[in-house]
């Protein structure tokens, strides 16, 4: 019998990074180095909150262990590229290991109520008294790319490279948090990428960055176009997240002209299973439906919106389009979009109107891309 040596084998790095283990992991990694267990304690408040990003960093280490376990990943990004926008709002670019590259929005804000000219401070004054009404909110990215090809969404022009790790997920709050210098507030899924395409990978990340940041589960919104059998398997967790789903449409035949995915997965047993996780998990579910001039803000469309969503706990988050060089499609007016919301108001629909932030930076809702974007500046607020 021939025996395949291992030396012939390509080198792999097969390493695990440490960011995404937990406390009791840690401290089963320092004893495995032959350390005394408190340091694992060490190792994780230098991990999650002061945000070493190698372990030669870690001073209170002794210096011979240090020197060895130097090259052993904790796995963080590097910042490849920043742009701040004038409301404040910055994207990053961030290199992953493989070269990779995703982006991250980091969005600073005042809760509702206190929205004003103190809201469009630039984040590099707010860095010593914050106020507990201060937010701060990160948009990750789940995916380099997306294969969904949603035919509004710059994203998905791009096509699908690859899912993203656990660590490589917990990072992007990480690298936020780091650069604004105070802590995350709230996450939402509404980068690159479909996190229900990776729900595994996903659930790790919340299930860290809600134990080990700190972040609360009610402070973090999912936000997917619905893939089969995925809502009711995040459902399983029943936890306090906010499940968003982005429908966009009010039936069918619109819904798969603008996803095209959407044809694997009937708007009724997509809302059935909607149903379904708000039973389980007892949480109200947000609806998103971005507004296309035209395409799917008529009357008609918000009656039959409404007629689907009649009597189920949920909220309606309208989305005026961001344009995208590669689509035709026009953003409707301010009074176009103030009519649909009223329709739904009339039909007792609750219902919201989210304009994105950072939209002169291209940083909005469905404009983050790697290809052409890694030098892109911020326009200007006159711009
Ligand atoms: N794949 C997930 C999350 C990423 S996109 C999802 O589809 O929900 C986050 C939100 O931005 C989604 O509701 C998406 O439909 C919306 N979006 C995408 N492109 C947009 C655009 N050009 N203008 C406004 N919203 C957009």
């Known amino acids: 019998m021939s025996v395949i040596s291992t030396t012939t084998l390509p080198e792999v790095d097969s390493t695990p990074p440490l960011l995404g283990s937990n406390l009791a992991q ?3 990694w320092v004893q495995q180095q032959g350390q005394a267990s408190y340091r694992g304690k060490q190792l994780y408040e230098w991990i999650y909150e002061k945000g070493a990003r190698s372990l030669d960093e870690i001073t209170v280490f ?3 262990w240090r020197e ?3 090259d052993i990943p904790i796995g963080r990004s590097t910042i490849h590229h920043r742009s701040v926008a004038p409301d404040g709002t910055v994207k990053y670019l961030l290199r992953l290991a493989d070269g990779q590259t995703i982006e991250t929005v980091g969005i600073p804000s005042f809760k509702r109520g206190r929205e004003g000219k103190n809201s469009l401070t630039q984040h590099s004054t707010l860095n010593t008294q914050h106020s507990p009404k201060e937010r701060l909110t990160v948009c990750v990215s789940s995916q380099v790319g997306c294969p969904m090809a949603c035919d509004f969404c710059a994203t998905g022009k791009d096509g699908f490279i690859r899912n993203l790790a656990p660590h490589e997920i917990i990072d992007q709050v990480l690298t936020v948090q ?3 210098q105070r802590r995350v507030s709230h996450i939402v899924f509404m980068g690159m990428g479909e996190p229900l395409l990776n729900t595994e990978n996903v659930v790790q990340a919340i299930a860290c960055i809600n134990q080990d940041i700190g972040i609360g589960q009610r402070s973090i919104t999912l936000s997917t176009v619905g893939i089969p059998r995925q809502i009711l398997k995040l459902a399983e967790h ?3 997240i906010t499940l968003a789903v982005s429908l966009h449409a009010p039936n069918q035949a619109l819904r798969e002209k603008l996803i095209p995915t959407a044809h694997r997965y009937p708007l009724e047993k997509l809302l059935a299973d909607c149903r379904q996780y708000v039973e389980i998990t007892g949480r109200r579910l947000s609806f998103e439906y971005i507004l296309l001039a035209g395409v799917n803000d008529l009357p008609e469309h918000a009656e039959q919106l409404a007629k689907h969503l009649r009597g189920f ?7 005026p389009y961001n344009p995208i060089a590669e689509a035709d499609y ?3 007016s301010r009074d176009r979009v103030q009519a649909f919301a009223d329709a739904l108001k009339q039909r007792h629909i609750a219902v919201s109107v989210r304009y994105s932030r950072g939209l002169s930076a291209d940083a909005a809702c469905g ?4 290809k052409n974007s890694g030098v892109q500046e911020f326009r200007s607020s006159e711009g």
Not at 314 to 319: A, C, G
Not at 367 to 370: F, K
């Open 26 to 28: 840690l401290t089963a």
């Open 62 to 64: 002794p210096k011979k």
């Open 68 to 70: 060895n376990i130097q």
């Open 178 to 180: 780091a650069d604004f």
């Open 238 to 240: 029943q936890w306090q």
């Open 313 to 319: 706990q949920s909220h309606v988050n309208l989305i």
């Open 330 to 332: 026009q953003r409707p």
């Open 367 to 370: 404009q983050l891309r790697t």
